[in-house]
């Protein structure tokens, strides 16, 4: 039943709808995302503005699901969603049969859902899958009502979504109750980010004003009010529109002799109804939102007349709003009002009746409901039961946070059931919410519920719980406690073999994250020992293999950490236990690529392993990491079209999580080299989006491209921001990526000193130098591969200090050194353009000025650095220094349709297959559809080729393709 809740006109929000309309359609471009966030008190008119703009996206041709999140506390994973896709369903027409189909599909994925080895973002994968075929190309609207009560599956899915993981244009619409947001709820933390990146707004939706307030209260009374009357309102209501429309309703109908407090206008308005009105409104208010008409016709226990005249009632009386899906009171402070007038048996009576009447209708989305009810109404025996059925339906979809706090729920109703159930099952109860709580991030939780596990449980083995407690304390970050709880699971005379494997093996990694390289080995050698004889132990011997080999690597023997691995792997191997496999690759490609520096090898191991993983079914997930470490490895070395045809081919998992993080911020690398501001900016965003839900470790990669990218652009002060943000938060002990981004804090110093725009921080330029005295101290105890690449970045710090004070060219002459060694392309042309920057203001050697500035022409224009590109040319064209190389010197004439010239050798392979397709008469979208990658990127490509081909149209383009191309 649909209910006229919005006879009260909408005041001093007309503006507002507007823009939020324009924020989340108009303004959203094809493949991009928006969102725009409600915070305020309650009352204050979040609900009805949701209503308003909801209809004007419909109005613009957007698809609107709504849905509500619960305030029981314990809702079922991902409700919102699924209550909104069944309202849908609901309202859809026979003449909307596609649609029909691809809602009950997705719903019925819910329904078959399963745990399975990708985990929680497989189901977000999916999810994604049902709506971009629910959409149909229409943008997507996704209109969330009081999300201070979201469950956190459904927040992982909102921040998936809004990364652009989902390839859908979506966009979400959600209010937010400001007062909940308090403490440590976790919404607070993730709006906090969120309000950071420029496709997000998080509103603040104010009272209205003094004019506002007397606007309001005149329509509802049909005349402006008396102005002792409009002050009273005022004053009473402080501008909040449900409270001005109460009172001014009381006004307006002549009721006198109200009292002066909120509580005293609902209990007089609800006292006015009649009899089986009343009663509804207690029900409703007793039960949780929505209440479905069926059930609230089994509560009550009306004929079905008597119970519609009774809603009807309710609904005239501005208490009950009615929607397909089922009652809602107006406003929550309504039942906050009525919970304290019924006597404890009335509100038990209510509680039973509701959990009967779901017990005959069983449902998985009942379960936390059920047990609700049954607590309440007295019988905890009976709402057991319930809340063990939603436990475990929360971790069948991943809902780790739900699960643990249904199991809590089951923990409390054993307490409290008389007799109680046996001992065992209260043990059971109490492992299943432990683990339950350490996974969902309440490491404190599962600690204190470990301890209670210990004590009722005496005769369970102690080097368990000693392994146990050691997980849950380093997971919460508790590294010293840990280690020292994994050496008393290792000396207990219980600890099985298995057991102390297991305990030597995760304490060598954990020694590992720690930067204690020596303790780690000796600790990975010890597992090794142990798991060999003991049957089964593949995982313990890939995960000891693991520390080893990056202990061996880091201390001065590469060779030996080189060969641990290997050995992991093939062990791995001969085992076939896929996540073991996987996890082997990853060590290996990691090793290589990482401590080792030999790229190529690195690159051609990650990409086999990625292979491997896929035959064996993880390539949602270890397939995409070890396809982002191909990607960085491409990158390094130069080869940026493979690297960009790889990350590009992995990107069509859709992965999620920390494996999204690593490849959006490898295709980020490229666009920033490339010079593809727009798309560089949206992966950044994509990426700090996923981190506003936690992931402190890639937060130094995120701000060193923040501020290589703000340097591009001339933004200097927002790169200096970034890298002191990188300083201030992170406490990561990688000397590589620290000295990496303490150079690009110098070269922002530096290149502030050039363009004498902004002026040089002294304390930041003495702050970073001290963080690079700290890396080459720390270096110099890791493997000679570890020390040759933070060399090379120290090596360009030194430079850029340089610059401060007039460049030394020795110094850059020593950096391109270091870099040619180690086969980085692209740092070496980025000093060959510094050293003959630095030759030229010297106003010597004017001829090896040139050659280093063609040099780093030709590099550069081969990767496609068009930033790089542009600042070589534009030093050249200071220095009068042709780039072009002299047709004497190579015997070949340069210019256009000249004999023997080939016209198409600027470009780099990217780019000739991007001209291919243009010679084939394609578009950019029809480009980007056949070579994975999106048409902004197609674009950026076309501009390039236009740039190094000097042509202004496809079609001079497509001739010199044609007149190029081999016969």
Request: aromatic share 4%.
């Amino acid at each position: 039943m649909a209910s006229d809740v919005d006879g009260a006109p909408l005041v001093g929000r007309a503006d507002l709808v507007a823009a939020v309309r324009a924020a989340l359609l108009d303004d959203v471009t094809q493949g991009n995302t928006a969102a725009v966030f409600l915070t305020g008190e309650s009352g204050v008119g979040k609900t009805r503005l949701l209503r308003e703009v909801g209809a004007r996206l419909r109005d613009g041709g957007a698809l609107v699901l709504t849905g509500t999140c619960l305030d029981i506390g314990d809702a079922s994973p991902l409700h919102p969603l699924l209550g909104a896709l069944r309202r849908f369903d609901a309202e859809l027409t026979t003449s909307h049969a596609r649609t029909s189909s691809a809602v009950r599909g997705l719903l019925q994925m819910f329904a078959n859902e399963t745990a399975g080895p990708d985990g929680a973002g497989a189901l977000l994968e999916r999810v994604s899958r049902g709506l971009h075929l629910i959409a149909e190309g229409r943008p997507l609207v996704l209109v969330l009502d009081d999300l201070q009560w979201v469950d956190r599956s459904t927040r992982q899915l909102l921040l998936y979504l809004l990364a652009g993981l989902g390839d859908l244009q979506l966009s979400v619409l959600a209010a937010v109750r400001a007062e909940s947001l308090q403490g440590a709820h976790p919404l607070r933390r993730v709006l906090t980010e969120l309000r950071r990146l420029r496709t997000v707004r998080v509103l603040d939706l104010a009272p209205l004003d003094r004019a506002g307030t007397e606007q309001l209260a005149a329509a509802i009374v049909g005349r402006p009010l008396p102005s002792e009357a409009a002050e009273q309102v005022w004053q009473r209501s402080g501008g909040n529109p449900f409270v001005v429309e109460e009172l001014a309703r009381d006004v307006r109908d002549g009721r006198d002799g109200l009292s002066d407090t909120l509580r005293e206008i609902f209990l007089s308005r609800v006292d006015a109804l009649p009899q089986h009105a009343h009663a509804v409104v207690h029900a409703v208010a007793a039960g949780v939102e929505p209440v479905a008409h069926w059930l609230l016709a089994k509560v009550v226990r009306l004929p079905e007349d008597q119970l519609i005249e009774a809603v009807r009632a309710a609904v005239a009386h501005r208490l009950l709003v009615g929607a397909d899906d089922g009652y809602r009171l107006r406003h929550r402070l309504v039942a906050e009002v009525l919970e304290h007038e019924l006597l404890p048996a009335e509100r038990a009576a209510l509680h039973r009746r509701y959990a009967e009447a779901l017990t005959t209708a069983p449902s998985d989305l009942h379960q936390a409901r059920l047990a609700y009810h049954w607590r309440l109404a007295g019988e905890p025996a009976r709402a057991l039961p319930a809340a063990v059925a939603a436990a475990e339906e929360a971790e069948r979809l991943h809902g780790y946070a739900e699960a643990h706090r249904h199991w809590s729920t089951a923990l409390q109703l054993a307490g409290a059931t008389t007799g109680g159930p046996p001992e065992t099952y209260r043990v059971t109860l109490l492992e299943r919410a432990a683990e339950s709580a350490h996974h969902c991030g309440e490491h404190a939780r599962a600690l204190t519920l470990l301890e209670e596990l210990a004590a009722s449980d005496a005769g369970r083995p102690v080097c368990a719980l000693h392994i146990r407690r050691a997980r849950y304390l380093a997971a919460a970050g508790r590294s010293a406690l840990a280690e020292a709880e994994y050496q008393r699971a290792l000396d207990v005379a219980d600890c099985t073999p298995r057991e102390r494997a297991t305990a030597a093996a995760h304490l060598a990694e954990l020694l590992l994250h720690l930067g204690r390289y020596a303790d780690a080995g000796h600790r990975a050698r010890e597992a090794l020992e142990l798991a060999a004889a003991v049957e089964g132990s593949t995982s313990e011997v890939v995960l000891a293999s693991a520390a080893l080999g990056f202990s061996e690597a880091y201390l001065e023997d590469p060779d030996a950490g080189l060969a641990v691995m290997r050995q992991a792997l093939e062990t791995a191997e001969r085992a076939g236990r896929p996540e073991d496999v996987a996890c082997a690759y990853l060590h290996l490609a990691e090793l290589l690529t990482g401590p080792l520096n030999i790229l190529e090898e690195g690159v051609v191991v990650a990409r086999r392993g990625a292979e491997r993983v896929a035959e064996l079914g993880l390539g949602r997930t270890w397939e995409t990491r070890l396809l982002a470490i191909a990607t960085n490895g491409l990158f390094r070395v130069g080869q940026w079209a493979e690297a960009e045809k790889v990350v590009a081919a992995a990107l069509r998992h859709r992965p999620s999580g920390a494996d999204a993080v690593e490849l959006l911020l490898a295709r980020c690398r490229l666009s920033v080299g490339y010079g593809d501001i727009e798309a560089a900016d949206r992966d950044l965003d994509a990426v700090a989006t996923v981190l506003a839900g936690g992931g402190a470790r890639h937060m130094i990669p995120l701000l060193t491209l923040r501020a290589g990218l703000a340097m591009w652009q001339g933004r200097h002060d927002v790169a200096r921001q970034a890298v002191q943000r990188g300083l201030t938060e992170s406490r990561s002990d990688d000397v590589t990526i620290l000295a990496a981004l303490v150079w690009h804090g110098l070269r922002a110093e530096a290149e502030a000193h050039a363009s004498r725009t902004v002026p040089v921080d002294q304390t930041a330029v003495r702050r970073l130098r001290e963080v690079a005295e700290r890396a080459a101290r720390k270096s110099a105890h890791a493997a000679r591969p570890v020390r040759s690449v933070v060399d090379g970045f120290l090596a360009l710090c030194a430079a850029e200090v340089s610059r401060l004070d007039g460049s030394d060219p020795d110094l850059w002459a020593r950096s391109v050194a270091e870099w040619d060694r180690r086969n980085h392309p692209y740092p070496a042309a980025y000093s060959r353009l510094r050293q003959a920057e630095a030759l030229l203001a010297k106003r010597s050697r004017s001829a090896t000025a040139a050659k280093l500035l063609r040099q780093a022409y030709q590099v550069a224009q081969g990767l496609g650095a068009v930033p790089l590109t542009s600042e070589i040319r534009t030093l050249a064209g200071r220095a009068r220094v042709s780039l072009e190389e002299r047709g004497a010197s190579t015997g070949v004439t340069t210019e256009a349709g000249g004999a023997g010239a080939d016209e198409l050798a600027v470009l780099t392979a990217r780019e000739r297959e991007v001209l291919a397709a243009v010679a084939e008469g394609l578009t950019n979208k029809e480009i980007g559809q056949r070579l994975f990658i999106s048409e902004r990127t197609i674009g950026v490509h076309v501009s390039h080729i236009f740039d190094k081909l000097q042509v202004r149209t496809r079609v001079q383009a497509s001739a010199i393709f044609l007149r190029n191309r081999p016969a």
